[in-house]
C-alpha cells in the first residue's frame, strides 16, 4: 500500500521551511495569506497554518506561489 506521507509522518516536507521563511521575514500567517491572494492563490491563515504544521498537502501551484512572495528558490522551499 502506498502511503502519501513524509518519513515523518507529515503531509508536506516544505511547512516547515515556510514557517521558518515567514519568521524571517516577520509576518503573521495572515499577512503570508493576503500576499498569496496578491498573487491569485485563495489561501486564508488556516491553511498556512495547517501546511507549516504538515497536516495539508501543497500544490505545485502552491509551491509556485510560495517560492514568489517568499523570494526563495522551489529547491530551497522543499529541502529536507
Do not use: P, W
Request: hydrophobic share 40%; proline share 0%.
Amino acid at each position: 500500500m502506498f502511503i502519501n506521507k513524509n518519513k515523518d509522518g507529515l503531509n508536506n516536507i516544505c511547512g516547515k521551511n515556510i514557517a521558518n521563511f515567514r519568521k524571517e521575514l516577520n509576518i503573521s500567517q495572515r499577512a503570508l495569506a493576503d500576499k498569496l491572494q496578491i498573487f491569485g492563490l485563495d489561501v486564508d491563515k488556516n491553511a498556512i497554518q495547517r501546511i507549516e504544521c504538515g497536516k495539508r498537502f501543497v500544490t505545485d501551484i502552491e509551491i509556485c506561489a510560495f517560492s514568489k512572495v517568499l523570494n526563495k528558490s522551489y529547491s530551497e522551499l522543499l529541502e529536507d
